[in-house]
């Protein structure tokens, strides 16, 4: 026997519980009745939100149209499980991403990052209607999937799954091509993945160089776009995904900015080294070098060290006279 709240079955009130189906409930009610996309409101105040809007004449005619035969009133019970039937047939739960992990932030970043590099291309066909085709581009794209699922322009916060799945959801294709996309994108991650050069070059003064390597992306035209404020705890993981995307997305132009990139650090880590340091140009006799190089290999020191103490010795002689 159903329950009722307020006339409303309580069975189709708890699917407001679902973050997932709520994402997409509310989307969905804003393109129905061609509004704003705006952020879900707060449970307290959805349901009542969900009224108003189901109340107008382009969503009576959404239900009248999805379930004909259905007798209930036009109202927020029928509204919700029309809208239930559509999430059902087009998108995908959160049973699907059982490899997605929270915890896993540089994972999310990938996804989150390739989003933007994802172009939905719409076909239609003269017997499947229209279909959908999902290509990834070089360069960071005006039209991609994020905009295309108008979720980027609204989100705060940290990246959650949340947040990759309900993107996934908006987009208006069918689930299999949903899932289709989805496995791609898992090959991708997988591969990226398995690339720990950066993740490796962090493993020593991890926090200074996540600090100089977002000042050296910034002023080095690398389309960087960070996802996360500085000082944050995952902002190494921002930097690591960044690299991720760029080496699936155009190997060549990642190789090369990794190069410059250790080459840029060694050169500021030797200058730092070095800063109590000056450079002098002395002429000496040819067979200097020779020797330099013999002492070196004796005393296990390089030639500056050598030289310094020479000196060093030479000096406290007259210092003593």
């Known amino acids: 026997m159903a329950i009722y709240d307020n006339g409303i079955d309580v ?8 973050k997932i189906f709520v994402d997409y409930l509310w989307y969905r009610t804003g393109e129905i009745n061609n509004s704003k996309v705006m952020s879900t409101p707060h449970r307290d105040l959805l349901e009542k939100s969900l009224k108003d809007a189901c109340t107008t004449p382009r969503a009576q005619h959404f239900m009248r149209e999805h379930n004909p035969r259905d007798n209930r009133n036009f109202g ?3 509204f919700i499980d029309a809208l239930a039937d559509k999430f059902a047939l087009n998108c995908l739960t959160e049973e699907y991403y059982k490899w997605l992990h929270e915890d896993n932030t540089r994972l999310k970043f990938f996804i989150w990052r390739l989003m933007s590099h994802i172009y939905v291309k719409e076909n239609d066909g003269p017997l499947l209607g229209k279909t959908y085709n999902f290509i990834p581009h070089p360069a960071i794209l005006t039209d991609n999937l994020k905009t295309c699922a108008k979720i980027d322009a609204i989100r705060s916060g940290n990246i959650t799954k949340k947040d990759i799945i309900s993107t996934i959801n908006r987009i208006p294709c069918n689930k299999i091509e949903k899932e289709g996309l989805v496995q ?15 993740l490796l070059w962090f493993e020593k003064d991890y926090k200074e160089k996540v600090v100089w390597l977002c000042n050296y992306l910034e002023h080095n035209n690398s389309n960087y776009i960070p996802l996360v404020i500085n000082g944050s705890s995952m902002q190494r993981d921002d930097l690591i995904s960044f690299f991720d995307v760029l080496s699936f997305i155009n ?3 990642y190789k090369l900015l990794v190069s410059n990139m250790k080459k840029a650090w060694s050169q500021k880590a030797y200058r730092d080294k070095n800063s109590n340091k000056k450079q002098y140009s002395i002429n000496m006799s040819k067979d200097i070098g020779d020797i330099l190089d013999k002492l070196s290999l004796a005393q296990n020191e390089n030639k500056n060290t050598i030289v310094e103490a020479l000196i060093r010795a030479e000096y406290e002689k ?3 006279i």
Do not use: F, G, P, T
């Open 76 to 78: 927020l019970e029928r």
């Open 318 to 320: 007259i210092a003593r």
């Open 184 to 198: 791609n994108i898992l090959k991708h991650a997988e591969s990226a993945m398995k690339n720990n050069e950066i």
């Open 11 to 18: 069975s189709v009130l708890k699917k407001l519980d679902d």
């Open 251 to 253: 190997v060549y132009q």
